[in-house]
């Protein structure tokens, strides 16, 4: 059996932490775990705490990894402004093509996880059903940035890209905000304690419009497949679990959940 080794940044996030504990499970995967913090998975994999925002550290740290045949880019570092935000994330995720695509030599393939983003989700609106082909929106956008320099970097090489874009993941991740689940449920709670009603905190076009969900497990399946199916080089996947739902009719069974 060929094992591939897989490199996976954000290992401690709603999307790494179900991918590396997926990943450990597959025989013939070997996996190293790139996240500040060690991540709470058992299982057989090596760790290494990198700032990827830092290229000598990148160099440092990650330099020795010429075994590697599969990048899985799952990072993120909040910028409140959107100008920053792309070039922060941009720049991470170049600092570490820069040191892996020069240390192993037989890199196969990057995969990026972008999101409904892509499409403008957090501008209002925007057309559904969304198509990965669909026109980009007005940027700054840093899954633009991102992709668009995976792009550039690969053409001519041997190795391959892809990306996901997965709606309103739902999983579980310590410490980690960017989870509706979670969001949820603290907002859930604190309303509980002060005695008030489950009040929908969005505005009611998106209390009535189409909603997708992607669990956390599902997607990491799915980031797996894309990385290693042919069909997918070069591609960007839409992946949701693939029922819709309108937060109308979610928000009152939430609300009983917690006995509100």
Same mark, same amino acid.
């Given at each position: 059996m060929t094992k591939r080794k897989a490199l996976v940044t954000? %290992?401690?996030g709603v999307v790494g932490r179900y991918l590396l504990r997926h990943l450990v499970q597959q025989p013939d995967w070997d996996v190293v775990a790139v996240s500040r913090r060690r991540p709470d998975i058992e299982g057989s994999y090596d760790f290494? $705490?990198?700032? *990827? %925002?830092?290229? $000598?550290? #990148?160099?440092?740290?990650? !330099? =020795? *990894?010429?075994?590697?045949?599969?990048v899985f880019y799952a990072a993120y570092l909040e910028r409140p402004d959107p100008r920053e935000l792309v070039a922060v994330n941009t720049a991470m995720l170049v600092n570490l093509v820069d040191v892996i695509e020069q240390a192993a030599r037989g890199l196969e393939h990057v995969h990026l996880v972008e999101g409904s983003k892509w499409y403008g989700s957090h501008l209002g609106p925007y057309q559904t059903p969304a198509k990965e082909?669909?026109?980009r929106h007005m940027p700054p956008n840093m899954y633009y940035?991102?992709?668009? /320099?995976?792009?550039?970097?690969?053409? =001519?090489?041997?190795?391959t890209w892809s990306a996901?874009?997965?709606h309103a993941i739902c999983g579980f991740a310590l410490g980690n905000p960017m989870n509706l689940t979670t969001v949820i449920a603290v907002y859930a709670a604190i309303s509980r304690e002060l005695g008030l009603p489950l009040s929908f905190p969005g505005k009611p !076009?998106?209390?009535? %419009?189409l909603y997708q969900c992607t669990d956390s497990a599902l997607l990491a399946r799915a980031l797996t497949w894309m990385a290693t199916e042919p069909? #997918?080089? &070069?591609?960007? #996947? &839409?992946i949701t679990n693939g029922d819709l739902f309108r937060w109308e009719n979610m928000w009152p069974r939430i609300?009983? /959940?917690f006995e509100m």
């Open positions: 954000g %290992a401690t290494v $705490a990198a700032d *990827l %925002a830092d290229p $000598a550290d #990148c160099r440092a740290r990650l !330099g =020795g *990894l010429s075994d590697v045949t599969h082909t669909d026109p940035d991102q992709q668009d /320099f995976l792009e550039s970097r690969q053409r =001519g090489k041997r190795w996901s874009r997965p !076009g998106a209390y009535r %419009a069909a #997918c080089a &070069n591609q960007a #996947c &839409n609300a009983r /959940f």
